[in-house]
């Protein structure tokens, strides 16, 4: 027996007073009130498809909202988002949530390196109470493992999840590969834009924003089967130049030359101690990253957009934005070479100059 506090009859408080009383357990910690909370509301009759993307999706939209206006530690957001996991699990078992599979075979799966699994799980659930067979495969799946799936089981499509836009390159060779194998791909997540463009850009066969549209659209019908016959590079023409393969193979060296140069560049950077010495690396990583990935795609407006997150995240942790222009400069001096490098470098301190982080950095409150 839970030892937790009883949550109000969800019945009568309606799906926001629901969303409040799953965020005020998940923010405490407490992951039986959390289950409760969900067993409760379908118990009383909750929609069990509006209890995962009205209410634990919203919770989780604001887990991380939260961690970015620095409200909550990296650590606080991983509890939080194993305990909504916990509570999409309790949804799962629940008798009003089991249902015969009625339509075809999807699978469901999170692309190479890509850690956040929650909306991936959470269309998979939908999904099988919308009647379909589901093999969900979670986190990070390696595309030879997903080809060796699809090749056991004949799924008629692949659902391919991804968070984060450093993975699209990898989002690509996936849904090359499934498509090699004549299964049809449908993409979501925040790494392909919130209008799909990259989507588009890396030929998938579907997108959807959300997990209800995506349930929507495989309702409609059947993924047409694609018709193999390029190769990557067609798509991107720009690759030619190698920019992106060398500059994502130098990132570790591109990172410590940086590191090293930039206690000079920023001389706020000697009084850092350890730990903001370890984010300071770590976040010079994340921009070469972004800006393989930008090279990748040919796409300087995902670089700018980063950068200037990025700036308002340092700026929610009391961390000079200061620190950013210079580091492109440093990056830029080690890339001097590569044009298209070069100019997304350039576009990206302007974007940083012309916003109101690096003044906000320079006057605390």
């Not at 887990?63 to 530690?73: D, F, H, K, L, T």
């Not at 991936?120 to 979670?138: F, H, M, N, P």
């Not at 194998?181 to 850009?201: E, I, K, M, N, S």
């Amino acid at each position: 027996m839970s030892t937790s506090t009883p949550p109000c009859s969800p019945g009568t408080t309606g799906l926001d007073a629901l969303v409040d009383l799953l965020w005020d357990a998940v923010h405490a910690g407490d992951e039986y009130a959390a289950t409760e909370l969900v067993t409760q509301a379908l118990d009383e009759g909750v929609d069990p498809e509006s209890v995962l993307l009205d209410v634990v999706a919203a919770v989780q939209g604001r887990v991380g909202e939260e961690w970015a206006a620095n409200r909550i530690s990296v650590a606080q957001e991983h509890a939080a988002t194993a305990i909504n996991e916990r509570a999409v699990a309790a949804l799962a078992t629940h008798p009003v949530a089991r249902t015969t599979p009625s339509r075809g075979r999807i699978t469901v799966a999170c692309v190479d390196g890509e850690w956040h699994a929650l909306p991936a799980r959470l269309l998979a659930e939908v999904l099988k109470l919308r009647g379909w067979r589901i093999d969900y495969l979670g986190a990070q799946v390696p595309t030879p493992h997903l080809i060796s799936h699809l090749h056991a089981t004949g799924a008629d499509a692949v659902a391919l999840s991804s968070s984060i836009a450093t993975r699209l390159p990898t989002a690509h060779a996936a849904i090359t590969a499934c498509q090699a194998v004549g299964v049809p791909v449908l993409v979501g997540g925040a790494a392909f834009g919130p209008d799909g463009r990259y989507a588009r850009l890396l030929g998938a066969d579907a997108w959807a924003p959300d997990a209800r549209a995506a349930a929507d659209r495989l309702a409609r019908g059947p993924l047409p089967r694609p018709h193999f016959d390029h190769q990557q590079v067609d798509d991107l023409p720009h690759l030619a130049d190698q920019e992106y393969t060398m500059v994502a193979r130098s990132r570790p060296t591109l990172v410590r030359t940086v590191f090293t140069a930039l206690e000079d560049a920023f001389p706020a950077m000697r009084g850092y101690d350890e730990a903001q010495r370890e984010r300071t690396a770590e976040d010079l990583a994340h921009i070469v990253e972004f800006l393989a990935t930008a090279l990748y795609l040919g796409d300087e407006d995902l670089f700018r957009s980063f950068l200037t997150w990025t700036a308002g995240i340092l700026v929610a942790r009391g961390v000079p934005a200061q620190s950013l222009p210079p580091a492109l400069a440093l990056l830029a001096r080690e890339l001097k070479d590569f044009p298209r490098a070069a100019r997304i470098l350039e576009r990206g301190t302007e974007a940083l100059t012309t916003t109101d982080h690096i003044t906000a950095a320079g006057n605390p409150a």
